[in-house]
């Protein structure tokens, strides 16, 4: 078992640099506020999602068009 985690560490290390790498260069423009990791229930699907300040006024802005964010308690 413990040959099993530790070559899932080292490909988990190798996925999640090389994926880090691409996402950050995607967004190399944008204020990163948040990183985490995802995933289905059952486990079988994992993914790195970032999070900009750029990408939540996008949200916000079109939350607000069309009509989901209109009171201070919607922020």
């Not at 413990?2 to 691409?22: H, P, T, V």
């Not at 995607?26 to 995933?39: H, I, L, N, P, W």
């Not at 900009?52 to 006024?57: D, I």
Request: charged fraction near 30%.
């Amino acid at each position: 078992m413990n040959n099993f985690l530790n070559e899932f560490e080292e490909r988990f290390r190798a996925g999640f640099l090389d994926d880090l790498k691409s996402i950050l260069e995607e967004v190399r423009k944008e204020k990163v506020y948040g990183c985490a990791f995802g995933t289905d229930s059952d486990f079988v699907t994992l993914f790195l999602a970032v999070k900009t300040e750029e990408s939540l006024v996008r949200h916000i802005t079109n939350m607000k068009a069309q009509g989901l964010c209109n009171t201070p308690q919607s922020y």
